[in-house]
C-alpha cells in the first residue's frame, strides 16, 4: 500500500524567499514520487517526477525536489520564491511509471511582496 | 509525448440526470485513470480503465454511480450518474506515458 502525506496545508513566505513544501511518502516497493501544481481554475501541471534515476531532480520554473529514502520524504524546494508560484501544490506517489496516482492532501502557497 | 483532450470542459447539470466526459488520447496507452476532486480537496482515484475489460474501481467508488468505458487504447469515457450535489468535482483524466500524465478536466457543477 502507499499513501503520501504533505505537511502544512498552507504555506506561506515573502517574494524572493526559500520556498520549501514538504512531502513524506510511504510505499511498500520502491516509488515513483512526483509533484503537480494546480493554479486557481486550472488543470495540473507536472513540475517534476522522481523515478529511480538522480536522487536530486530539477524541473519547471526553477523548482527541484530531493528523494531521500532513509527519511521518506520529498521535499519540494525553489531557492527564490515568486508571485507567480503562488498555487496548490500536490505530491503524489506511484509502485511504477506510468501508474495510478496516491495524492497528499495538498499545500497551498501564498508569495507575499 | 502525448497529450490528452478531455471534453467537456466544464457543465452545469441538473440533479438526477447522467453526464458523460470523454478522454482521448493521441497515440495508445496501456492504462488509463479517472481522478475526482472535490471542491478544495485533493485528487482521489476513481478507477482504472483496462481496454477490454472491466475498469477497476477503488474503494467507495461503484460501476452503476460511474461507469466507465474503454473501447480502444486511445480513448475512454466516464459517465456520472444520477447525479446529486455532491457529485460536483472535477473530473479527470488521466494516461500512462504522457508527459503531461492529465487532460485539463471537467467541472461539473449539479444543480
Known amino acids: 500500500a502507499q499513501s503520501v502525506t504533505q505537511l502544512g496545508s498552507h504555506v506561506s513566505v515573502s517574494e524572493g524567499a526559500l520556498v520549501l513544501l514538504r512531502c513524506n511518502y510511504s510505499?511498500?516497493?520502491?516509488?515513483?514520487l512526483f509533484w503537480y501544481v494546480q493554479y486557481p481554475n486550472q488543470g495540473l501541471q507536472l513540475l517534476l517526477k522522481?523515478?529511480?534515476?538522480?536522487?536530486l531532480v530539477k524541473g519547471i520554473n526553477g523548482f527541484e525536489a530531493e528523494f531521500k529514502k532513509s527519511e521518506t520524504s520529498f521535499h519540494l524546494t525553489k531557492p527564490s520564491a515568486h508571485m507567480s508560484d503562488a498555487a496548490e501544490y500536490f505530491c503524489?506517489?506511484?509502485?511504477?511509471?506510468?501508474?495510478?496516482?496516491?495524492f497528499g492532501q495538498g499545500t497551498e502557497l501564498s508569495v507575499k511582496p | 509525448s502525448a497529450v490528452i483532450s478531455q471534453k467537456p470542459s466544464r457543465d452545469i447539470c441538473q440533479r438526477g440526470t447522467s453526464l458523460t466526459i470523454q478522454c482521448q488520447v493521441d497515440?495508445?496507452?496501456?492504462?488509463m485513470f479517472w481522478y475526482r476532486q472535490q471542491p478544495g480537496q485533493s485528487l482521489t482515484l476513481i478507477a482504472t480503465?483496462?481496454?477490454?475489460?472491466?475498469?477497476?474501481?477503488e474503494s467507495g467508488f461503484v460501476i452503476d454511480k460511474f461507469p466507465i468505458s474503454r473501447p480502444n487504447l486511445t480513448f475512454s469515457t466516464l459517465t456520472v450518474s444520477n447525479m446529486s450535489p455532491e457529485d460536483s468535482s472535477i473530473y479527470l483524466c488521466?494516461?500512462?506515458?504522457?508527459?503531461?500524465?492529465f487532460g485539463q478536466g471537467t467541472r461539473l457543477t449539479v444543480v
Open positions: 488521466s494516461a500512462e506515458n504522457t508527459e503531461a500524465f
Open positions: 497515440s495508445q496507452v496501456t492504462m
Open positions: 480503465a483496462n481496454q477490454g475489460s472491466e475498469a477497476t474501481y
Open positions: 510505499s511498500s516497493v520502491p516509488p515513483y
Open positions: 522522481y523515478t529511480s534515476a538522480a536522487t
Open positions: 503524489a506517489v506511484s509502485a511504477f511509471e506510468g501508474g495510478k496516482l496516491i
